[in-house]
């Protein structure tokens, strides 16, 4: 199928796009690139062994996006674009709320014009806050505790509103858990610009001696070791849930939103001694106070995306951590 890829240049989009074209599917990569290496369209196409079309474009631009979609006819939308820094969404609200929502908006009304009614949607497990119960099944309430969160959850929201509009419109929203890693040839990986917001990448930094050590975000948490707990996902395994969910919409109409995660989870001190087994490098780390906001325990329940997608998390804590080093001591700085 041909199947767009917006932010396609990014973290779990540019793995997404060597699972797809790896199934032989034929992509267009829709990126601002404003939070992605132009070279990754290229590492995608060396991976995969075969070409990607890509358009330079930004989901609030909509005479642009209606101009690279038409172009491309796609029969099927993958939709990753939008901002994704929980600090930085509560400083810039209207940022996220622009990219995030109008952004979408844009490309629901753009695809819903051209006929191209089946999609899949990077949403996040974020969209649960604080969570009342562990593991979080996806009957769990919604509620955000951030901006982020509340773009996140709007837009599964208008997604839901417009399956019930549009009788052939077809999509899943994918919540993702905590995704790590990156493809064993190094070639693609996580690259966040700045100070890195997420655990792994920091961890990874501070083994590649870029910077002196981490900050443990509290070790009085309600946990086995005092650390918070996540739901660690390769980002390999994240991409295959993407295959699978694409294929689920092709199966009839209806709007679903389903966990991807292992249902296993990970603390900070594991993530470090497992970090530091793999690199051979030593962590050093201090312990700081909690981060505003920041919760003991986030775990999936996977039951749904293993009945529905038939997709389970393959790869384990040494993988991920094996193959982020892969990637971080790859790169330079
Ligand atoms: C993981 C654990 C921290 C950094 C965030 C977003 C969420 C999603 C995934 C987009 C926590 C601890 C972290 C550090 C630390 N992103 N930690 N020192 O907070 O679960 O989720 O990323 O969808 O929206 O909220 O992930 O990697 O930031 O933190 O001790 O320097 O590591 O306290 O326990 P989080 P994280």
Not at 219 to 247: F, S
């Amino acid at each position: 199928m041909r199947i767009a890829v917006t932010g396609g240049a990014g973290y779990i989009g540019s793995h997404t796009c060597v699972e797809l074209l790896g199934a032989g599917h034929e992509i267009l990569i829709l990126d601002n690139f404003a939070n992605a290496e132009r070279d990754v369209p290229d590492q995608i196409a060396a991976i995969a062994g075969q070409g990607v079309e890509v358009a330079e474009v930004d989901l609030v631009d909509k005479p642009a996006l209606a101009r690279a979609l038409e172009g491309f006819c796609p029969e099927a939308a993958v939709h990753f674009a939008g901002l994704k820094a929980v600090g930085e969404a509560v400083e810039k609200p209207l940022d996220y709320y622009r990219v995030n929502v109008a952004g979408s908006l844009n490309l629901l009304d753009e695809m819903t014009r051209i006929g191209c009614e089946r999609l899949v949607f990077s949403s996040s497990a974020t969209v649960y806050g604080a969570p009342e119960q562990v593991p979080i099944p996806e009957s769990h309430p919604l509620a955000p505790t951030n901006p982020y969160g509340q773009t996140k959850m709007m837009v599964e929201r208008i997604i839901e509103d417009l399956g019930r509009a549009r009788p052939d419109f077809s999509a899943v929203s994918l919540r993702y858990f905590n995704p790590v890693g990156a493809h064993p040839s190094g070639r693609i990986g996580e690259a966040p610009r700045g100070v890195p917001n997420n655990l792994m990448p920091f961890i990874a930094d501070v083994a590649a001696g870029m910077r002196p050590e981490m900050k443990v975000h509290g070790n009085d948490w309600d946990t086995p070791d005092g650390t918070g707990i996540r739901d660690y996902i390769h980002v390999m395994d994240l991409a295959a849930a993407h295959l699978a969910a694409i294929e689920v919409t092709g199966e009839g109409p209806g709007v679903q939103a389903i966990n991807v995660g292992s249902g296993r989870g990970h603390s900070v001190m594991e993530m470090i001694r497992a970090f530091e087994a793999a690199s051979g490098r030593p962590v050093p780390y201090t312990v700081s106070d909690r981060r505003p906001g920041d919760i003991a325990t986030s775990l999936a329940d996977p039951t749904l995306a293993a009945s529905r997608l038939n997709w389970r998390a393959t790869r384990d804590l040494a993988t991920m951590c094996a193959d982020a080093w892969n990637w971080r001591s790859g790169r330079s700085g």
